[in-house]
């Protein structure tokens, strides 16, 4: 992605900020590398800030680098690769007839 984008982002595969890109929004992928700009919230599998990327906002993801020169300003959360995000429908045992 490269130029000047806002919304929400939805993809199985791969997002690339390019070095002039700017993204602002809600991004779900399976991996996001940032080279230019991000502003928002990212959830991945893997987050990667390159050296001179820029990414402000929340972070939940199973891996997530930030190299040198990379700047990251907001909060992450590590998601353990176990940790499934289903809509799992509870197991609800019947009642004993007295």
């Not at 993809?11 to 900020?17: Q, W």
């Not at 700017?22 to 919230?41: C, H, M, P, R, T």
């Not at 940790?83 to 045992?93: L, V």
Request: charged fraction near 30%.
């Amino acid at each position: 992605m490269d130029g000047h984008l806002e919304g929400t982002f939805l993809s199985n595969n791969l997002i690339v900020i390019g070095k002039r890109g700017f993204v602002k929004g809600e991004l779900k992928a399976d991996k996001l590398v940032v080279n230019g700009e991000f502003e928002g919230s990212a959830d991945c599998n893997i987050v990667e800030v390159l050296a001179g990327g820029v990414l402000r906002g929340d972070v939940v993801s199973e891996e997530f680098i930030v190299e040198a020169k990379a700047k990251f300003e907001g909060q992450s959360k590590i998601r353990s690769a176990d940790t499934t995000q289903s809509t799992a429908i509870p197991i609800i045992e019947p009642l004993e007839e007295e």
